[in-house]
Nanobody
Framework: QVQLVESGGGLVQAGGSLRLSCAASGSIFSDNVMGWYRQAPGKQRELVATITAGGSTNYADSVKGRFTISRDNPKITVYLQMNSLKSEDTAVYYC?????????????WGQGTQVTVSS
C-alpha cells in the first residue's frame, strides 16, 4: 500500500520561506509524477507544481520564480521550496503521486499540511 507523508508546513510572515517535504513509501512504479497542490478556504484545489521522475517540472503561473519543486528518486521524496511567500499562498498543501504502468494509472494523495502566511 502506498503512503505519502508530508511535513514542513507552518506559520510564516510574508516574504519568508518554507520548505515542504513529502515522502512516499510502498510499491511504486518508476514511471511516476509527484506534485504539490493547494486548497485555500472556499476555493477549489489547484496545482502548484509537478515534477516527473526524469526531472521535468511544471509550475502554476502564480508561483513561478518563487517556488521550486525538486525530488530525490532513491528516497521517493518530493520537496517544495517556497520563497517570497505571500498571504495568498495560505492554504492546505497536498502532495500527490501519480504512477503509470502500461494502461494502469494510480493516484495517491497525502493528508495535507497547513501553510499560513501572515501579512
Amino acid at each position: 500500500q502506498v503512503q505519502l507523508v508530508e511535513s514542513g508546513g507552518g506559520l510564516v510572515q510574508a516574504g519568508g520561506s518554507l520548505r515542504l517535504s513529502c515522502a512516499a513509501s510502498g510499491s511504486i512504479f518508476s514511471d511516476n509524477v509527484m506534485g504539490w497542490y493547494r486548497q485555500a478556504p472556499g476555493k477549489q484545489r489547484e496545482l502548484v507544481a509537478t515534477i516527473t521522475a526524469g526531472g521535468s517540472t511544471n509550475y502554476a503561473d502564480s508561483v513561478k520564480g518563487r517556488f521550486t519543486i525538486s525530488r530525490d528518486n532513491p528516497k521517493i521524496t518530493v520537496y517544495l521550496q517556497m520563497n517570497s511567500l505571500k498571504s495568498e499562498d495560505t492554504a492546505v498543501y497536498y502532495c500527490r503521486l501519480e504512477t503509470y504502468w502500461g494502461y494502469t494509472r494510480d493516484d495517491y494523495w497525502g493528508q495535507g499540511t497547513q501553510v499560513t502566511v501572515s501579512s
